[in-house]
């Protein structure tokens, strides 16, 4: 997989792609991440990259032809799945679309800033808008980190135990069981007993039960058509 990243601050993004599983994915060839800096496709003198809106009202901006200029010198090497606009009004970031974007080859993640974007990049360059909540960041920067997490751990290869993404929260419409780990009682805190049982079909029931609990007291929202 490739991913382009279009912002206009580009060194937010220096973290999140330089240690741990995506720092590995890209050292693997798994997947090649590209930060673009937007301020190096402006024409301006000051490589300005927002103005004032027409019309008036609070607020910078985003220039549409640093962005078309941009989005274009991508679309000369490769053809691209999808080019998403980190967005608060987009369609609300889930496992299902997650899943969906890491069967993609090429994505481009487009970064907002200020006010926004010029609208007409949205009605003609962007084919997808994703949001990650229902609040304002100061930025798409973070949104797309987040977006690009939830995408490449799903990588065959990423994680060291392929299994361990099919058992995450939400794959299955369920919020994931308890979990535990050694020392089996600490301070009087006990593990749960079928858990160290050894027999299989026992965990996994359990585990099942514990799900549906989890979901239907803390996510009631998902609404998943469960049982009483």
Not at 31 to 41: C, F, N, Q, S, W
Not at 74 to 85: Q, V
Not at 87 to 115: F, M, R, V, W
Not at 196 to 210: F, M, N, P, R, T
Request: net charge negative; with cysteine; proline share 4%.
């Amino acid at each position: 997989m490739r991913l382009d990243i279009i912002t206009c601050l580009p060194r937010l993004l220096d973290s999140p792609f330089s240690d741990s599983i995506l720092k590995r994915a890209q050292e693997k060839g798994l997947v090649t991440v590209k930060v673009h800096d937007l301020r190096e496709y402006s024409t301006h003198k000051h490589r300005t990259t927002d103005d004032y809106a027409f019309g008036g009202g609070a607020g910078m901006v985003m220039m549409i032809e640093p962005i078309d200029r941009c989005i274009a010198y991508l679309k000369a090497e490769r053809t691209y799945n999808e080019i998403i606009y980190m967005s608060p009004d987009g369609e609300l970031l889930t496992q299902s679309i997650a899943n969906q974007l890491s069967l993609k080859e090429n994505l481009i993640l487009l970064c907002g800033h200020y006010k926004g974007i010029d609208e007409r990049v949205r009605e003609h360059l962007i084919t997808r808008e994703i949001s990650i909540g229902n609040y304002v960041l100061s930025g798409g920067e973070l949104a797309a980190a987040v977006v690009a997490d939830s995408v490449i751990r799903l990588l065959p290869g990423v994680l060291n135990d392929e299994t361990s993404a099919l058992s995450d929260s939400f794959q299955d419409g369920l919020i994931a069981p308890p979990v535990y780990t050694r020392p089996a009682e600490y301070n009087g805190w006990k593990v749960p007993d079928v858990l160290l049982s050894g027999h299989q079909a026992k965990i996994e029931d359990w585990k099942q039960e514990k799900a549906l609990e989890r979901t239907k007291s803390r996510r009631p929202d998902l609404n998943m058509g469960l049982t009483s």
